[in-house]
């Protein structure tokens, strides 16, 4: 191969593997608050909107309040509060995102992922075993109390669960505004995968594959009441 044909060969599969790899798209301005005329961020799931005119920015565009107070728990003991540019406008174009997590004593954090992020989670207080699997099944994992942080890799599983006798909150940051969340219970029970795959794959019973998807199934909706 020429010499010189080998140096552009290099340079445009280090330039092809910056996209390919990159979160989110770098942004090419300041900032982009979405502007309100061309409709509601809320009416196109997080994609980015044209900006309204960054002399129109004020500062409340940069500050969400919204996570002053834990959310609603769930049956798992967690209560989470999801930050994104459908809730802070001020975040959209950023490459970021981040929640809030609580969890009552005892509560866990179910083992999920996020496809399209890298997170780093803070915990604010209490003690939590957290910890994440790699691609050859090993576990990473330890208590983790007031102060300390831990990083789970883009795309692999992780999870956390209380381990002290009061309630934890943990912050976590992403590296996109878009992270996506599958939680492993759910995508197996509650997708609609054949039973019979189920069965040969975790090896239960019929009965036991039902009692499952009773569990994680989506509740359908009963319309207004």
């Not at 004020?58 to 609603?72: A, C, E, W």
């Not at 930050?83 to 995102?97: E, K």
């Amino acid at each position: 191969m020429h010499p010189n044909l080998s140096v552009w060969l290099v340079i445009f599969l280090l330039q092809y593997s910056s996209i390919t790899f990159a979160s989110d798209p770098d942004p090419i301005q300041d900032f982009c608050i979405p502007n309100p005329k061309f409709g509601s961020i809320k009416t196109i799931h997080l994609t980015i909107l044209p900006c309204k005119n960054s002399s129109e920015a004020t500062t409340d565009d940069f500050i969400f309040s919204g996570m002053k107070i834990p959310g609603n728990f769930s049956d798992t003991g967690l209560a989470t509060i999801s930050v994104n540019p459908v809730l802070f406008p001020g975040i959209n174009t950023l490459g970021m995102s981040f929640v809030r997590a609580d969890l009552k004593v005892g509560g866990i954090n179910p083992p999920h992922f996020h496809p399209r992020a890298t997170e780093i989670a803070y915990v604010v207080q209490g003690s939590v075993y957290s910890g994440f699997v790699d691609s050859t099944n090993r576990v990473f994992a330890r208590i983790l109390e007031q102060g300390e942080a831990m990083v789970y890799p883009r795309g692999l599983m992780h999870f956390q669960m209380n381990v002290g006798k009061k309630p934890a909150t943990v912050f976590g940051s992403f590296n996109s505004q878009n992270p996506g969340l599958q939680r492993i219970p759910a995508a197996i029970f509650g997708s609609g995968i054949n039973d019979e795959l189920l069965e040969k794959a975790f090896g239960l019973s019929p009965k036991q594959i039902d009692s499952m998807r009773r569990r994680f199934e989506p509740k359908k909706s009963r319309g207004r009441e």
